[in-house]
């Protein structure tokens, strides 16, 4: 299938910068927390090279954020992720995969302590707001559950930190990765994130209130001319060579923490009062029977990954891969995807079955960097 | 905004019918509780003048369903909707706004019991599945929560009967309105509704396991040659001038069920145990500020409602636009929205406000039917 034609009406939100993205020429979206997410502006190979070698300004206002507020906030941001959050820092967003009652994963977003019992969680492509409201309700919980009206904006690449500078100035420099701080745009303060999702390094602008959205972009814009800044967006190629994992595509509630390469951000100990301890305690203690990998596969895959593409070997089916692309940096097309144990090891190769035929795929301990 | 394209992934789950659909040339999609459910099959007014007047095959497998099975379920199931289904028959489906604490709607699904202990929620688009999930771990339930493996296939227009009895036998004509029946094809037995999206008339097939989706699609097909069967999907010209509201569009959480005439569905009394009964008890006391209604608007609006319109009166706002489009039945631009106590009665003008400019728009009591 290639693209097709999206059709447009109120379910599918436009954000606060979508008349920049149009204007700026997007070519294709997709849908993300019912959300408008732009995919491509010039092409997807020539945004990757562009990302990797200037700098990208990102509507990525898709990453709702779910507030928590008042006294037992704390409490449910606990209940949410296996991931120990007791000591999280003032200016400190940690990335917490929030799994159900058997373990399974409902998202993977980053918590941030923005006040005294109060939270964001940036989410990924799930309606976690309903679960934590429900989550809430059900447990008696103090606590107001809502999605504020927060649009983050990212600026990503190697020229990030001296474009950022030369809006917010260059306190922005110092903030180390996945620390935050709240510098003035116009007046107000937002808080800036040393985080993204990219490998080339930048930071995401947590905008509140949508008036001052465009003057951003436009101010971005402004300042980054000689910087060749240009409008972009999570880049399918780089985050699979990167490894970034992408909740719906690589992961879905049949995973578990383990499996995904997150066990290091779970601790379901008798001190963390988490959903999902014991399914979770239980699977540490088996561990896992599959894992995710990066694959190096033949040739050029023309369509895109709509489904697992099943990996095999002797014809038996050992794992699948979950998102791939054609990569010009690494001439191959890389691959993400789930491996059986007996077939995990670096540099195996197996079978994999694409849209257009069968091919060879080798399995790699380490992404594309 | 015109259509743009869509990326597509896996995150954009496609359907045990997709490939039917691709090869039936479907134009565009939509992306509905992250499924792909198609917009266009011709174009939206000729897919419109054909339901009318024939018979619809429509992919709505994005309708997932929620079942809910254990010892608890049933209370669980009334937990979720303030409508009393303590008399719900065996074949009966009923429609069930799910609200929040607040009273604020979540989803407006669809409940069947499909065995002792067991229901079905036919979702609209919300991840209800987690808001579900979160109340019965919360709340310490005694039912299993998932999301079985069923894709609905709708059969729509007046013609619906006749290519359902040539499939399933005579039995589907005595199928009442929101009863079902279990009946069999090619040695499963499907529940099979007369529901639906339209106001032409018809039926809902829940097909369970991937296996029998495409030999079903094939035999609506092959059986209806004569009656003029084809490809079709939810029409945005037949459900605004039906006033068939649409989750998300129409509504959203910020609206409560009796601003949006679901009253009517609404028991909030002490007799029905569930979430937000006392919101709701409140809200029906105090009686609603604004409600939904039909709207006739001047001209033909050739954008599309990507986001409310204002409906203005002296300038003021008293209301909002949700969805409009052309009729060209009824020969004027058709909308639903919202609008204030102060200008909601029959035949009141106002003003809105589209994206190419001032329109006139009288409100309506009722839908173009």
Redesign the interface.
């Known amino acids: ?1 290639s ?10 939100r ?1 954000t606060p910068f ?1 008349r920049r993205v ?1 204007a700026a020429g ?7 927390n ?1 959300m408008l997410l732009p ?2 502006f010039s092409t997807v190979e020539d945004d990757y090279h562009h990302l990797k070698r200037a700098v990208q300004v990102w509507d990525v206002s898709c990453e709702r954020q779910i507030e928590l507020n008042g006294q037992d906030a704390g409490k449910l941001a606990q209940m949410m992720t296996p991931r120990d959050i007791s000591r999280l820092q003032d200016d400190q967003c940690v990335y917490t995969p929030s799994v ?2 058997r373990g399974g994963l ?1 998202n993977d977003p980053m918590t941030m302590r923005v006040g005294p019992d109060r939270y964001w969680i940036s989410i990924a ?4 707001l ?11 919980l103090n606590v107001n559950v809502t999605e504020p009206d927060v649009a983050p904006l990212a600026v990503q690449g190697p020229k990030a930190d001296e474009l950022m500078a030369r809006v917010f100035g260059d306190d922005v420099r110092s903030i180390r990765f996945f620390r935050f701080a709240r510098l003035p745009f116009r007046g107000r303060d937002f808080i800036v994130a040393r985080s993204g999702y990219s490998k080339q390094g930048g930071f995401e602008i947590y905008v509140e209130g949508n008036d001052l959205a465009e003057p951003l972009w436009d101010a971005l814009f402004d300042a980054g001319k000689d910087l060749d800044v240009r409008p972009g967006c999570p880049n ?1 190629i780089e985050r699979i060579e990167g490894g970034l994992l ?4 690589d992961m879905t509630l049949e995973n578990n923490p383990y499996e995904c390469g997150l066990g290091r951000f779970c601790k379901p100990s008798a001190a963390v009062d988490c ?1 999902g301890r014991d399914a979770l305690l239980q699977l540490e203690r088996i561990g896992p029977a599959r894992e995710m990998r990066s694959f190096a596969i033949d040739g050029d895959a023309q369509a ?5 593409w099943r990996l095999l070997s002797d014809g038996k089916q050992v794992g699948m891969v ?2 791939a692309v054609w990569s010009p940096d690494f001439e191959t097309t890389v691959g993400l995807g789930i491996i059986d144990a007996s077939h995990w090891k670096d540099g195996t190769t197996v079978e994999i079955e694409t849209l257009e035929g069968m091919r060879k795929a080798r399995v790699r301990a380490r992404p594309f960097i």
Do not use: F, H, Q
């Not at 693209?3 to 599918?12: E, F, M, V, Y």
């Open positions: 299938m693209a097709p034609l999206l059709s447009i009406s109120r379910r599918i436009s979508t149009e997007v070519k294709a979206y997709t849908v993300y019912r995919t491509v159900d009652g409902l492509d799930s309606d976690l309903l679960w934590v409201k429900g989550l809430a309700l059900g447990s008696g399918l992408s909740y719906g595509n959903i895109p990954c709509s489904d697992a979950t998102s």
